[in-house]
């Protein structure tokens, strides 16, 4: 079961990798904004690029839901770290920026770095349902702080520091929607289709996963890739892994093991690290996709 939870994590991390660069694509296209407006969505729903981002965005969370139903949620969603450099490729190819090969160490530094701490921390155990005491200390908490992350965005003009806050109020809800689908799909397993529609983790994990896709489409617009994508994937996998530990009672092994365990992260940072500087010096492709969508802007309406 934990290999068969691995393989989903992993097909969830591409699926929602490839969801994200075409919704980013789709946000250079549509007119910017400089605040939360709900027209953003509006523009983006008259985008057809828009709905296949969607569509992995879809996917990814099938994988997931399959991912958290057969392993815990500390394995599931670090794996999501994985989802950076799946980005990072596939934004190569849609933006027409292949990776260099100073790139590709930076790759293997998180895949290693990933191995290496789940490996040693060895996630497992756990309840099947928190109890609420908890539940409603983690949505409070994870709630606030998503509402400080995106009123201090909003302060911040458009660039790396808004998308940053923004990424990582979207990896918040993120951790806590995965934490919801984990016992919303428990739900699933064991008590049927109607025990999953009359429980309030189904519905609460489709809000706080609306309301964290709303902060990505906005983050993704506030700046380049490279300032909110490190922000959700790191921010997700150790949220999720708070989360499970303290709401789901998971253990990691510590002592002597925690050696391997930093040293994994280590690597795991540096091969962010290292990909972020790639892109900041790469020539923002994104920026040169948007150029060219206000071009294509301008002539149409000195046309009309």
Not at 27 to 56: C, E, H, K, N, Y
Not at 221 to 245: F, K, N, Y
Request: glycine letters at 10%.
């Amino acid at each position: 079961m934990a290999t068969l939870s691995v393989v989903f994590a992993v097909l969830a991390a591409v699926s929602n990798a490839l969801g994200t660069v075409l919704q980013r694509r789709a946000a250079l296209i549509v007119p910017q904004s400089d605040g939360f407006q709900l027209q953003l969505m509006w523009d983006l729903l008259r985008t057809p690029i828009w709905f296949f981002g969607i569509l992995g965005v879809i996917f990814a969370a099938v994988f997931q839901g399959l991912a958290l139903v057969t392993g815990p949620l500390a394995v599931v969603q670090p794996i999501f770290v994985l989802e950076l450099p799946f980005a990072l490729l596939i934004s190569g190819l849609v933006f027409r920026k292949p990776m260099p090969r100073s790139g590709w160490l930076s790759v293997a530094c998180i895949v290693v770095g990933l191995g290496t701490a789940l490996a040693a921390a060895a996630p497992s155990g756990g309840e099947l349902q928190p109890p609420a005491a908890l539940w409603l200390l983690a949505l409070l908490c994870c709630g606030g702080m998503m509402v400080v992350l995106a009123g201090a965005a909003l302060k911040r003009p458009v660039g790396r520091a808004r998308a940053a806050c923004l990424g990582t109020a979207a990896a918040i809800g993120y951790a806590l929607t995965a934490a919801l689908m984990k016992s919303a799909t428990d739900t699933l397993d064991h008590g049927g289709v109607r025990a999953f529609f009359t429980a309030w983790q189904t519905y609460a994990f489709a809000a706080v996963g609306v309301c964290a896709l709303f902060l990505l489409e906005n983050a993704m617009q506030a700046g380049p890739l490279v300032a909110s994508q490190p922000a959700l994937t790191l921010g997700d996998a150790l949220i999720s892994l708070s989360l499970g530990v303290t709401l789901y009672s998971e253990s990691v092994r510590v002592g002597w093991w925690l050696v391997p365990e930093i040293f994994g992260v280590g690597l795991v940072l540096l091969g962010v690290v290292g990909l972020s500087r790639l892109q900041s010096g790469s020539g923002a492709p994104e920026e040169e996709a948007r150029s060219e969508s206000a071009e294509t802007s301008v002539d149409v309406s000195e046309t009309a």
